[in-house]
Every structure is written in C-alpha cells, then in structure tokens.
C-alpha cells in the first residue's frame, strides 16, 4: 500500500528512553510500528535535537533495528535549509513526540491513532480523543 503521507519522529523519549547524550533502551513496539508504517507506505521523518555525532548514532540504532529514514532533520532527503527563504517547521503529517500535549500514548495507541484516523480535543484537563465523544446536537443554523 503507497500513501504520500510523512510521519516526523522524535528519538529520544519516543523511540528509545531519554538517555540523552547517551542511547536509551528501544520503547516497546517502537521498531515494529515504524517498519509496519515504512511497509504500507509512510515515509519517516527523524526530527530530533540531536545534531552531529549523536544524530549519526541515532540514525546508525534505528539501522541497525531495521528502520531507514526518509529523511533527517529536514522535510526531504538533500534539503539545504536556507532560513532567508524557508521556516524550519517541517513539512509532515504527523508528528509524533514524546512531548505532544498530552504526553506519549505508547506504539501501539499511535499505530491506532494513524490507522483510525483518530483526532483530539483539549476539554478542561484532559485531551480526548474526538472519536470517543459524544456527538453533541447543533443548535442553530450553523453550530
């Protein structure tokens, strides 16, 4: 299966335990769910603070565990970053981080979350998820 759809990934908290400058221990299903996103197409973005030596050894770990990225700190393969021009956000579908809002669910709630497309609402403390709320009424003509 081939989407064009990009997933931007963070490493540390999120694919292994914050260990940083150090490698940390891979999280549970973290290698299963990005090969099974790779294998029906997504293309994975490694977005990380690491930079030189670190980012080398990033990338080397997620190798060695089966996961070849599409790019690296940049939205492409080959983008020369030029800041008169471009904004350093990046240009992905998802980002997936263990400091989203709300915390890191686990691979296997994100690989939900992709497959049903599931999406979120911020509601006083807490984030739910939008296809477990209650469909509230409209009220008028337009809300």
Known sequence: MLNNKKI????DGT??????????????????TLKKLQAEGYRLILWTYRHGKTLDEAVEFCRQNGVEFYAVNSSFEGEVFDSENQSRKLDADWFI??????????????????QERIEFRVEGKEVLAYSKLKKEKKKGLFW
């Open 15 to 32: 694919i292994v335990d914050d260990a940083y400058p150090a490698i940390g221990k891979a999280k549970i299903f973290a290698f299963e």
């Open 97 to 114: 981080d263990d400091r989203n809002l709300g915390g890191f669910p686990g691979w296997g709630e994100i690989y939900n979350i992709i």
């Open 8 to 11: 931007a990934v963070d490493f």
